[in-house]
């Protein structure tokens, strides 16, 4: 439905400079405009709070995880849950529901189980993704005419 989801399909370069950035709010999808630096900051639509920090993991943990930030996964650290992000790292062993709207990477060594949604995806060498795989915009909404 918003306009800015199509713009961006046919612009997928990415710019990492800039001084707003336009999101989808994780909660209940709608549009959002925030300064590129912006660390936290209310939907406008459903007034839940966006989180933007990175969530890093260093020891194996069950967490569900919501951030427009990245989420990195330490090499023997291991996460399982459902996970929502701007860009994920996995360097030791990811399993859940993972929906990235930015960048996917998963290195070498590392694992990824489970349904993994982003629109660009990295795998080095020796990485190993098991599951299901969506490449490309995960808002069913985006789809409708
Ligand atoms: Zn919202």
Redesign the pocket.
Known sequence: MPAWFTKNESEPRLNPVFATQKLA?P????P?EAAARAVTLR?P????PLQFQDAIFNRSSVENVTTLGQVRVHRKATLKGTVDCGSLVVQGSLEGMVNVRGEARIDAKATFTGSLTTRRLQVERGGCLRGTLCIGESNAESHTA
């Open positions: 709010c909660h209940c999808h709608c959002v939907c639509n459903c007034a839940k």
